[in-house]
């Protein structure tokens, strides 16, 4: 696959491309808060669990 190849797919896949409208945009953004919270959710109980069973000398 060559360089030209690739620019022209790239610009194929770019006149293809439509802008989201607004309720699709925020409900993109609700989805990806919803997701980098429950990552952070995750790790906060991954540290609470290993700072109570750590055990202290």
């Known amino acids: 696959m060559g360089l030209r190849s690739f620019l022209s797919q790239c610009a194929r896949t770019l006149k293809l491309a439509i802008k989201p409208g607004k309720s699709e945009l925020w409900l993109?953004?609700?989805?990806?808060f919803l997701g980098i919270g429950a990552v952070?959710?995750?790790?906060?109980?991954?540290k609470l669990l290993?700072?109570?069973l750590q055990p202290t000398a």
């Open 28 to 32: 993109s953004i609700k989805i990806c």
């Open 40 to 46: 952070g959710l995750i790790g906060f109980i991954i």
């Open 50 to 52: 290993a700072s109570v």
